[in-house]
């Protein structure tokens, strides 16, 4: 028998789901239409030298005037999710519920309803990234009162869409909002607060979203029966030497600062990796810091983010190689508390992005790793591809090349490892703003002409692969007569 690259389509259950995705800022523009009010990716935008040759989400995919177009690219693909954001300043110009902006609620009121005419099924981010400037001028994620703003936004969200919108997912990588954003500040809100609001951030957005998910379980599941997550990014980690002990446990503190920052509290114990809490407090006497407790406890007086994910939603791109750190001199930062340095193996091909290195293969181990670890949950895969820098290729066969490999990852992660995996979202719909890489990365399955006024969508080969991939499936399935 031929090797065939394909994954087998008849591995995945009848009723996975093939989506793509999408964020509000990335492809919207429209940043100042109706009554939008900025967000922090405005500001960032705005202020010179932030982003990759000062370029801005103002204009982007112009998705907010172009969803027609957006809906034609999700057709041809035969996409079954769709997986977008709702842009909060757009729907709530002050950040409140005080005042709803209608035509907000219109533009996602149509984009909702057409989906669903199409019989694809809608996945909605509360929050990718962008939080309404007003918020952030109060302290922003910093903010104590950030979780019951948000708790407010995301009722609002539920009570006016939830009806038709049945998969919700409340913010989008905790992990790179407060690393990129408080910490090393190359994101939105260009923080630079090393080792301290790092884990604030983390911990006011888990305090949001848990409040949300009671909120929903509350109030609406019993009605809407829908499902609320939280997407967590995470790459993989081995030790680079897999002999030596130090780079062994290593390896475990990554995953922890990565994945389990998160997913601890939700799936595992109710609180922050061990390994978190012992590396910052011996880095905090070692450091003489005595400011306070560095990573927060979660209050009895609240309610906590244990058990709040209906299933679990990963965005995962790379992987690394773990070398132990933990014996160099303290320093007060983040990478400093995980003692652990990330290397990219010389064999890995990298993408596009400098830390993009391709490894498909770490998808499978991650979803192996969050089966055994997060109590064998129902997983969507929220985001993951691969990016071009330079030259468009229209014929972009490294990009297939990855999501074959990356299907056949996939699909062993299902039949032999007996991961539930119930979807799949291609990171992305289309080529749209990379946030601080601007428009020099493409990670589209459609590409966009940035120098046309029309933004022309043309479909990629890797689109014309994926689409035929689907096709299969759902041929494959279709039940019998
Ligand atoms: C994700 N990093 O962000 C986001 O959810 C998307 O909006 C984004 O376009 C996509 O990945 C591709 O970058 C990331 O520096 C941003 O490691 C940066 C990193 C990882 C993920």
Redesign the pocket.
């Known amino acids: 028998m031929a090797f065939s690259k394909n994954a087998r389509v008849e591995d995945f259950p009848s009723d996975f789901a093939w989506g793509a995705a999408t964020?509000a800022y990335?492809i919207e523009g429209g940043w100042d239409t109706d009554a939008r009010s900025p967000s922090i990716w405005d500001t960032f935008c705005h202020s010179k030298g932030s982003v990759y040759k000062d370029q801005t989400g103002d204009v982007a995919c112009n998705s907010y005037q172009l969803w027609d177009e957006d809906l034609k690219c999700i057709q041809k693909l035969g996409l079954t999710h769709y997986r977008l954001s709702f842009s909060w300043s757009r729907l709530l110009p002050d950040g409140t519920t005080r005042f709803v902006n209608p035509k907000g609620v219109a533009y996602y009121n149509k984009v909702i309803d057409d989906l669903i005419a199409n019989t694809i099924v809608p996945m909605v981010t509360l929050n990718?990234?962008d939080l309404p400037q007003v918020l952030e001028d109060c302290g922003g994620w910093k903010s104590p009162e950030i979780a019951e703003l948000f708790d407010s936004y995301a009722q609002f969200c539920f009570k006016t869409f939830g009806d038709r919108v049945k998969l919700w997912i409340t913010v989008?990588?905790p992990y790179?909002c407060a690393k990129?954003g408080y910490e090393t500040g190359l994101f939105a809100p260009g923080i630079k607060e090393p080792g301290t609001s790092v884990y604030l951030v983390g911990h006011n957005i888990l305090r949001a979203h848990a409040r949300a998910w009671h909120s929903y379980n509350a109030h609406f599941r019993s009605l809407q029966g829908g499902k609320v997550s939280i997407a967590l990014?995470s790459d993989w980690a081995e030790p680079l030497d897999p002999c030596c002990a130090e780079d062994v446990a290593a390896t475990q503190r990554y995953i922890d600062f990565n994945l389990g920052w998160f997913a601890c509290p939700i799936f595992g114990t109710g609180d922050y990796p061990k390994s978190m809490r012992s590396r910052i407090e011996i880095q905090n006497l070692e450091l003489g810091f005595t400011e306070g407790p560095r990573l927060p406890k979660f209050s009895d007086d609240e309610p906590k983010p244990f058990g709040t994910a209906d299933f679990f939603a990963l965005?995962y791109?790379t992987s690394r190689k773990v070398k132990d750190t933990s014996s160099r001199p303290s320093e007060l930062s983040f990478t400093g508390d995980q003692g652990a340095e990330a290397i990219i193996d010389p064999s890995w091909p990298v993408s596009g992005?400098s830390?993009l290195a391709v490894v498909p293969e770490g998808l499978r181990k991650l979803l192996k790793y969050i089966k055994d670890t997060c109590n064998n949950p129902a997983i969507y895969v929220t985001?993951n591809?691969f990016?071009q820098m330079g030259p468009v290729e229209l014929e972009d066969v490294d990009r297939c090349r990855f999501y074959q490999d990356t299907r056949q990852e996939v699909s062993k992660a299902i039949k032999d490892d007996g991961v539930n995996l119930k979807g799949y979202f291609s990171?992305?719909l289309m080529d749209n703003f990379?946030?601080a890489d601007g428009f020099s990365v493409r990670?589209g399955l459609f590409h966009v002409d940035f120098s046309s006024a029309e933004l022309k969508r043309t479909m990629y080969r890797s689109g014309r692969e994926y689409a035929a991939v689907i096709k299969r499936h759902r041929d494959c399935t279709k039940p019998a007569n």
């Open positions: 964020a990335q990718h990234f989008n990588e790179i990129l990014n965005n791109y992005v830390w985001e591809g990016s990171w992305s990379e946030w990670f």
